[in-house]
Nanobody, 120 residues
Framework: QVQLVESGGGLVEPGGSLRLSCASSGSMLSIDAMGWYRQAPGKERELVATVTSTGKTMYADSVKGRFSISRDNAKNAVYLQMNSLKPEDTAVYYC??????????????WGKGTLVTVSS
């Protein structure tokens, strides 16, 4: 069973920066992509950024130019550097991992989330 643990959330002032980390444990046959999603109060969970095993990245329009996703394939870890944070970035951020489990079945795992609050 794969487990994902996020860290790095917290309170930051508008314009500030935070770096989120996600560490994974457990075995997978293969990993297609890792990424970050977020859910603000009263809203649905939305994609923030993803990175594939080949390094292809995708970002939500709302974070392009401010956030940067990176991945350590050796550690099966993913990171999210968030700059120029805005109050509307306030949300619980969830790590996601998608791939094939040891039985070669499609698998989609989520972390428990880390809270990011952008406020003065």
């Amino acid at each position: 069973q794969v487990q994902l643990v996020e860290s790095g959330g917290g309170l930051v002032e508008p314009g500030g920066s935070l770096r989120l980390s996600c560490a994974s444990s457990g075995s997978m046959l293969s990993i297609d992509a890792m990424g970050w999603y977020r859910q603000a109060p009263g809203k649905e969970r939305e994609l923030v950024a993803t990175v594939t095993s080949t390094g292809k990245t995708m970002y939500a329009d709302s974070v392009k130019g401010r956030f940067s996703i990176s991945r350590d394939n050796a550690k099966n870890a993913v990171y999210l550097q968030m700059n120029s944070l805005k109050p509307e970035d306030t949300a619980v951020y969830y790590c996601n991992l998608r791939g094939l489990d040891d039985g070669a079945h499609g698998a989609n795992y989520w972390g428990k989330g880390t809270l990011v609050t952008v406020s003065s």
